[in-house]
């Protein structure tokens, strides 16, 4: 079945730090891609999306780059800042319907 | 607009007891999903309904779990008899009609359950 694969954190940084979070995935046919974000005490938001091969999603700074030849869709962002502490979620939708399969999370810890 | 709203969002209770959770989905979505969260497990979904009906509840881990959507804007997860190991946080989440791609999901707050 279809899963995904996210790097262990915590993720400890310094603010204005360079972040990669890593994320592959195993499906079949073509899904769509995501990541998610957890602050504390909430629940899921959207972060960014793709939903084919070589396609970017972007926001608030963060991006990511659909693979399909490494099966990867890793997180970036040029300088984090202590407000990115959360836990980011990557998941694919890979079904006729809208099921997510969610990575088991990444905690991001950033410092002033 | 208001987003997805969970009750309650603390739950704390004893084993044996019954528990209910409720959702209320985003106005317009047609699609209803409930997960459970736990540090072991992560994510889960457990059920997913599409236009009220359930789709997909392979996730639901056991007899003792069962949901409902009576209509659009209300669904229910309801745990009988609770156990400890049911301890978790349980979201909600909908999402738009349109193409299967739409895939969007908008989650509430969750609903934190504490069984004694």
């Known amino acids: 079945g279809d899963s995904v694969t996210q790097m262990e954190g915590p993720v400890t940084l310094s603010e204005e730090a360079f972040l990669t979070i890593n994320c592959t995935y195993t499906?079949?046919?073509?899904?769509?891609l995501f990541w998610y974000v957890q602050y504390p005490g909430e629940g899921l938001q959207l972060l960014l999306k793709?939903?084919?091969?070589?396609d970017k999603g972007s926001n608030k700074g963060f991006e990511a780059t659909y693979r399909k030849e490494t099966t990867s869709f890793h997180l970036e962002k040029g300088s984090v800042q202590v407000s990115d502490s959360a836990v980011y979620f990557c998941?694919?939708?890979?079904?006729?319907?809208?099921?997510?399969?969610f990575g088991k999370g990444t905690m991001l810890l950033v410092s002033p | 607009d208001a987003g997805v709203i969970q009750s309650p969002r603390h739950e704390v209770t004893e084993m044996g007891q019954e528990v209910t959770l409720r959702c209320k989905p985003i106005?317009?979505?047609?699609?209803l999903f409930w997960y459970r969260q736990t540090m072991m497990r992560g994510l889960e979904l457990l059920i997913y309904?599409?236009?009220?009906?359930?789709?997909?509840d392979s996730g639901m881990p056991e007899d003792r779990f069962s949901a409902k959507m009576p209509n659009a804007s209300f669904s229910t997860l309801k745990i009988q008899p609770s156990e400890p190991r049911d301890s978790a946080v349980y979201f909600c989440?909908?999402?738009?009609?349109?193409?299967?791609?739409?895939?969007?999901?908008?989650f509430g707050p969750g609903t934190r359950l504490t069984v004694l």
């Open positions: 989440a909908s999402s738009p009609p349109g193409t299967p791609r739409t895939d969007t999901q908008y």
């Open positions: 499906a079949t046919g073509y899904p769509s």
């Open positions: 793709a939903t084919k091969a070589d």
């Open positions: 998941a694919l939708s890979n079904s006729g319907y809208s099921t997510l399969t």
């Open positions: 106005s317009g979505h047609n699609s």
């Open positions: 309904f599409n236009n009220n009906v359930p789709i997909d």
